[in-house]
């Protein structure tokens, strides 16, 4: 899958570097543009086409309800992600009524910014994928959890969370993308059954397939968070 392209919409420099900082630590996204004003926004938009708008509220030519107002009513095929010191429950209201993915308060932490980006890398795959939805996709894409359900009970037949969680811990240590060969001597399990984990991790968008050709023989499937 191509990067995500990120247009970031802040009027302080400072803070668009943090934010462009933050986003260069993640793998999957590139940054498609840098917009001080909703002008300039709306002139990179149509330039470089991005997936993903990184908005602040407060512009020193409109605010970020009016240019998501904008963006919505050309029908930009974006996305848009809120980050911004607005608290207004009003303003927010109707931020949300007019179509952003999320909405993060300043300060905020790269944690926090990190966990955004990713749950929208996920459904972003989960829609490029192009394929029916289950109603367990839907439900994680809205957030929703279920009451007195098992994480087993949704997972594929032959596969618990223990060991789902024991895969993904050991890759959260990795600096390297993995084999599954890799990883089954990192736990102490069969090749087999790791791949069956790596295969359902990466269909979910979880983690990363990366195929990797060396000079001689097939190409070797790593994986990475």
């Given at each position: 899958?191509?990067?995500?392209?990120v247009l970031i919409v802040e009027d302080d420099p400072m803070v668009m570097e943090i934010n462009?900082?933050?986003?260069?630590?993640?793998?999957?996204?590139?940054?498609?543009?840098?917009?001080?004003?909703?002008?300039?926004?709306?002139?990179?938009?149509?330039?470089?086409?991005?997936?993903?708008?990184?908005?602040?509220y407060f512009l020193p030519d409109t605010n970020g309800l009016s240019l998501l107002h904008t963006?919505?009513?050309?029908?930009?095929?974006?996305?848009?992600?809120?980050?911004?010191?607005?608290?207004?429950?009003?303003?927010?209201?109707?931020?949300?009524?007019?179509?952003?993915?999320?909405?993060?308060?300043?300060?905020?932490?790269?944690?926090?910014?990190?966990?955004?980006?990713?749950?929208?890398?996920?459904?972003?795959?989960?829609?490029?994928?192009?394929?029916?939805?289950?109603?367990?996709?839907?439900?994680?894409?809205?957030?929703?959890?279920?009451?007195?359900?098992?994480?087993?009970?949704?997972?594929?037949?032959?596969?618990?969370?223990?060991?789902?969680?024991?895969?993904?811990?050991?890759?959260?240590?990795?600096?390297?993308?993995?084999?599954?060969?890799?990883?089954?001597?990192?736990?102490?399990?069969?090749?087999?059954?790791?791949?069956?984990?790596?295969?359902?991790?990466?269909?979910?968008?979880?983690?990363?397939?990366?195929?990797?050709?060396?000079?001689?023989?097939?190409?070797?499937?790593?994986?990475?968070?």
């Amino acid at each position: 899958m191509e990067p995500i392209r990120v247009l970031i919409v802040e009027d302080d420099p400072m803070v668009m570097e943090i934010n462009a900082q933050f986003v260069s630590k993640l793998p999957g996204f590139k940054l498609a543009g840098k917009a001080f004003t909703g002008k300039e926004a709306i002139s990179l938009i149509n330039e470089g086409k991005p997936n993903l708008v990184l908005l602040d509220y407060f512009l020193p030519d409109t605010n970020g309800l009016s240019l998501l107002h904008t963006i919505r009513s050309n029908d930009y095929p974006i996305d848009v992600i809120l980050l911004t010191a607005n608290r207004d429950p009003h303003h927010i209201q109707e931020i949300f009524r007019a179509g952003v993915v999320d909405y993060i308060v300043k300060p905020f932490r790269f944690d926090r910014f990190q966990t955004a980006l990713e749950q929208y890398r996920h459904s972003f795959k989960k829609f490029q994928e192009n394929r029916p939805f289950e109603q367990a996709d839907l439900d994680k894409l809205a957030g929703v959890q279920l009451k007195g359900v098992e994480v087993e009970d949704l997972l594929p037949k032959g596969l618990n969370d223990r060991t789902l969680k024991q895969i993904v811990e050991f890759l959260k240590g990795q600096a390297e993308p993995l084999s599954s060969e890799d990883v089954a001597a990192g736990i102490g399990l069969a090749r087999v059954t790791v791949r069956r984990y790596l295969d359902y991790l990466e269909k979910k968008g979880d983690i990363v397939m990366e195929i990797q050709y060396g000079s001689v023989g097939r190409p070797m499937n790593k994986y990475r968070l």
